[in-house]
């Protein structure tokens, strides 16, 4: 049974650099089907794509984020990584891994079909 | 980016229908038919109730449904019971291979 899991430190400081890794059980994230990424939602709000990538190291990511966003993979352990640098309090969210499913035309669109249970994160000083 | 455009809130009665709409342009919605719908209830992570504008993944109830025309989505659901009631966030691919969400619409059943 997949299994998605986040870990991470709850609390980042402002500045400072959140990182968050998940670890992939039941499927591999060297598997040519998936991307593998992240999405987040603050408290209260919606649901915003941070980005993903592939096990080949392929990424995309969201415009708004993309200076401050770095999403590695490491297959040896099937495990995911993001970091965000430069953190404010608008950062604060739960954040969310997923894998993203290739679909359509040689297989070059994606869609998130499995999510993880979420971790929090909060940047305060 | 910018989000799709979905209503804050919709609501129904038990065994009413209702329908979330989901507007985008044609660099997402109207120009593919890569548009999801997940469910969220409370503090629990999001859930796939549709895929690709209209399939259903398995599992879940017949009573979702998806379509779309031009750059609008839309989610009905059907005989609606009261463990609808939660969050509903449409999300498409883009012109720029990233994803983009909805707002969120919040569904309580009356």
């Known amino acids: 049974q997949l299994q998605l899991q986040e870990s991470g430190p709850g609390l980042v400081k402002p500045s400072e650099t959140l990182s968050l890794t998940c670890t992939v059980s039941?499927?591999?994230?060297?598997?040519?089907?998936?991307?593998w990424g992240w999405v987040r939602q603050p408290p209260g709000k919606g649901l915003e794509w941070i980005g993903n990538?592939?096990?080949?190291?392929?990424?995309y990511s969201n415009p708004s984020l993309k200076s401050r966003v770095a999403i590695s993979v490491d297959t040896s352990k099937n495990q995911f990584s993001l970091k965000l640098t430069s953190v404010t309090a608008a950062d604060t969210a739960v954040y969310f891994c997923?894998?993203?499913?290739?679909?359509?035309?040689?297989?070059?669109?994606?869609?998130?079909?499995?999510w993880g249970r979420g971790t929090t994160v909060t940047v305060s000083s | 980016q910018s989000a799709l455009t979905q209503p804050a809130s919709v609501s129904g009665s038990p065994g009413q229908s209702i329908t979330i709409s989901c507007t985008g342009t044609?660099?997402?919605?109207?120009?593919?038919?890569?548009v999801s719908w997940y469910q969220q209830h409370p503090a629990k992570a999001p859930k796939l109730v549709i895929y690709e504008v209209s399939y259903r993944p398995s599992g879940v109830s017949n009573r979702f449904s998806g379509s779309k025309s031009g750059n609008t989505a839309s989610l009905t659901i059907s005989g609606l019971q009261a463990e609808d009631e939660a969050d509903y966030y449409c999300?498409?691919?883009?012109?720029?291979?990233?994803?983009?969400f909805g707002g969120g619409t919040k569904v309580t059943v009356l």
């Open positions: 990538i592939f096990y080949t190291g392929s990424t």
């Open positions: 044609s660099l997402d919605v109207g120009g593919y038919t890569f």
């Open positions: 039941g499927d591999s994230v060297s598997s040519s089907l998936y991307y």
């Open positions: 997923a894998r993203h499913i290739l679909t359509g035309s040689y297989n070059y669109y994606y869609y998130i079909d499995v």
């Open positions: 999300s498409s691919y883009t012109s720029s291979s990233t994803l983009v």
